[in-house]
């Protein structure tokens, strides 16, 4: 018993040694840390700094800084700006790029001109150490990410440009540390330009031709393998930050380059960029945050009063500096005093590139002791103080995204409880369906996605509702990967259309979505006899999708909108949807529709705060619609916006465009929507041709269904 107890003991000593003990202690305080000072409204990523400060060796020493912590702390910092890559909305980033190349000066310059003169004159610093000093002042973590992640509001504009900035500034100063430790070698001659530049080169190639090209193949080959997809995206991440360091710059830099590679490629709602985030957010970045701790002496503070001024007079620099960034950044760009809060918060973290120059400029003999311990209080005081500000900020972003909807036609839609339904036909489609519905899904709806199956009034009906409820049964372990909830209805009706029709308006279905029907006959040329009975009694949004290809493979989003389509009061929900698989995807909208379509659509976008740019080609020739075929490419994938007999946007000529896709567009994946129709009256003045539309329209329809008619009885005669 007594050696029991000294073993125990011994196990117990400090600092710790066990790695099963160890690895307990670390995710006990992942657990309890946040919870227990969101209490007390601090943010959670404080709690894990402060509680690596008391767990490190500069602490109670219950923990050493090993190889092990070394290892998490840097697949947690790879890991955030892998994410920050990842999440950043492209097409939002190009067309702010030149925003975030001036907020990326103004973040770099600032700073270091303040910098300059504090550590050369007033700390009485040389030329070398004053400018790398300074050059860290310029330098940000984005430690506060995870909040902007969570609240939901890494798509805001603010966001993108502090992000861009951010990459811009650490790139300059991590190029200016390698300039400066060649000048102090003495080896800063051409082959150092000649090689920095060339293998900078080299590295963008790789990262931004050759990884996306062998992603794309290995997420279409193994498209059944998911867990495979994480862990090839997590070896890209390495070996993207391994080359950024053979290059000569930071490792960081190539976790976010990976990140913008395979943007395109990753959905922000799919399953893998859901376990992404989840590993992300539980382990790896929580263990990064408690080893920035682990770095933090607060006993440096008592080693005399040099250390507590350089201290201090660094912290109150880097702070003012940041903040003097982001206020310039808010005047030039007027954004909202919570957007420049955000922009304060994201970029006023020091930690990794911080350490990553300080630590080399050390070891370097260019920077002395003095300057690296008020360093360290520099990094645990700006944690402190960015993760308040971005909080805050973020929590007001948030609250006023959330009143975007302010269309008229939007009032009476809860975004809380849209509700998606899928009938099931073919069970080959379900997969791809799917797949389509979690991505348009809105992410603040608490209703599950619905599977449909309608069975016949038989006297089979009872087996057939048992097989297909057991085979629907499967597609909800696809929905929980996306933490999606999916429910299964298997139902009896004498046809399958009413059934559909009955059940999208028991559950008050937002959308309906179907997969493109089968060629059949005359009377089926076009969508077939229970799909249009289904089109013409499904008063919600109703989707008909024709998925032939991986979504990733999709170059250009091609949004068809004939005259009136503005009109349907389910137009502004589609027009949201359009913009989300464009964000998704990172693919530009190209819209083909009439000056007056295009001038509503702006409008509407103006409302709803879509901040994503469309390339707009008018288009008039609605009977002649081959004009446009000409143009779209086999990788664009076509959204039609069609209409109901009788609605406000309905034109005999659109009938044909279905067919017109069927025959000469087969290689192209389609999605033809009705959107819900408007329910009160509309006057016909808006479009010019719109009431001089002549009479042979009527007539070219009856000569259609005659030509159809004489056909069967020719058949009939042969």
């Excluded at 250390?307 to 500096?321: E, G, K, M, P």
């Excluded at 946007?649 to 067919?659: D, F, M, R, T, V």
Aim: net charge neutral; glycine share 6%; aromatic share 10%.
């Amino acid at each position: 018993m007594t050696n029991f107890f000294n073993q125990l003991a011994h196990e117990f000593e400090l600092p710790l040694h066990n790695p099963v003990l160890i690895f307990s202690l670390v995710l006990l305080i992942i657990l309890l840390a946040p919870i227990l000072l969101k209490r007390l409204n601090i943010p959670g990523i404080i709690g894990l700094i402060i509680s690596g400060v008391i767990i490190g060796p500069f602490g109670f020493n219950i923990l050493e800084k090993n190889s092990a912590v070394d290892l998490f702390s840097t697949i947690g910092l790879l890991y955030i700006m892998f994410i920050a890559g990842l999440e950043l909305d492209l097409n939002e980033f190009k067309a702010h790029k030149n925003k975030s190349l001036l907020f990326g000066f103004f973040t770099f310059a600032i700073p270091i001109t303040m910098g300059f003169p504090v550590c050369y004159y007033l700390l009485d610093y040389d030329f070398n150490a004053s400018f790398l000093t300074a050059s860290m002042f310029a330098t940000h973590t984005l430690v506060a990410y995870p909040i902007v992640s969570k609240l939901g509001i890494a798509k805001n504009q603010a966001v993108a440009v502090t992000v861009g900035g951010t990459i811009l500034t650490d790139t300059a100063v991590l190029i200016i540390l390698a300039v400066l430790i060649g000048k102090n070698e003495g080896s800063l001659d051409q082959t150092f330009w000649i090689k920095l530049i060339v293998s900078l080169a080299i590295f963008s190639a790789i990262m931004f031709f050759v990884i996306p090209k062998i992603a794309k193949w290995f997420f279409r080959k193994l498209e059944s393998e998911k867990h495979a997809h994480y862990i090839f995206v997590l070896a890209v991440v390495f070996f993207a930050a391994f080359l950024a360091e053979v290059a000569g710059v930071e490792p960081i830099i190539g976790a976010f380059v990976a990140g913008l590679a395979l943007n395109p490629l990753i959905p922000h709602s799919s399953a893998l960029m859901n376990r992404i985030e989840f590993i992300g957010n539980a382990l790896f970045i929580p263990f990064f945050l408690i080893s920035v701790g682990m770095l933090v002496d607060v006993s440096v503070i008592l080693s005399g009063p040099m250390a507590i001024i350089i201290a201090l007079t660094l912290s109150t620099v880097a702070i003012f500096s940041k903040w003097v960034a982001a206020l310039f950044t808010q005047l030039v760009f007027k954004f909202t005093q919570a957007q420049r809060q955000l922009i304060f918060g994201l970029s006023g973290a020091h930690a990794a590139a911080t350490l990553a120059v300080i630590l080399v400029g050390y070891k370097a003999n260019i920077l002395d002791e003095n300057i690296l311990n008020g360093t360290i209080i520099l990094i645990l005081i700006t944690c402190v103080v960015a993760s308040f500000a971005a909080e805050k900020a973020s929590k007001k972003i948030a609250l006023s995204e959330e009143e975007t909807p302010s269309v008229d036609d939007l009032k009476n839609h809860s975004y809380q409880t849209e509700q998606i339904l899928i009938p099931v036909a073919n069970l080959n489609l379900v997969e791809n369906l799917l797949d389509f519905a979690l991505l348009i899904k809105d992410k603040n709806s608490v209703n599950p996605i619905t599977l449909l199956s309608v069975v016949p009034n038989n006297d089979e009906a009872e087996v057939n509702i048992m097989k297909y409820r057991k085979e629907l049964e499967k597609f909800i372990l696809q929905g929980s990967a996306s933490e999606t909830k999916v429910n299964t209805i298997a139902t009896i009706d004498h046809n399958p259309a009413s059934g559909i029709v009955r059940t999208s308006k028991e559950i008050m279905a937002d959308f309906v979505i179907i997969g493109w029907p089968q060629k059949a006959g005359f009377f089926d040329k076009i969508f077939g006899e229970k799909t249009d009975s289904i089109i013409n009694n499904v008063d919600r949004n109703l989707l008909i999708c024709r998925f032939i290809k991986p979504l990733i493979d999709k170059k250009r989003l091609v949004f068809i909108c004939p005259p009136f389509s503005e009109k349907e009061s389910g137009f502004p929900l589609i027009l949201q949807k359009v913009f989300r698989i464009s964000q998704e995807f990172s693919i530009p909208v190209i819209l083909y529709a009439e000056e007056k379509t295009h001038d509503a659509i702006q409008i509407i976008m103006k409302s709803l705060k879509l901040n994503s740019k469309i390339t707009f080609k008018p288009f008039t020739y609605w009977e002649d619609f081959l004009v446009i075929t000409k143009d779209i490419d086999p990788n664009d994938l076509i959204v039609f916006n069609s209409s109901r007999r009788g609605s406000i946007s309905y034109s005999p000529s659109l009938e044909k465009i279905p067919a017109k896709f069927e025959r000469y567009l087969d290689q192209n994946d389609l999605i033809v929507i009705y959107p819900q129709e408007h329910i009160s009256g509309i006057s016909i003045d808006d479009y010019e041709n719109f009431t001089s539309a002549p009479l042979s329209k009527g007539i070219e329809a009856i000569e259609q269904i005659g030509k159809g008619i004489g056909s069967i009885f020719k058949k009939d005669k042969d």
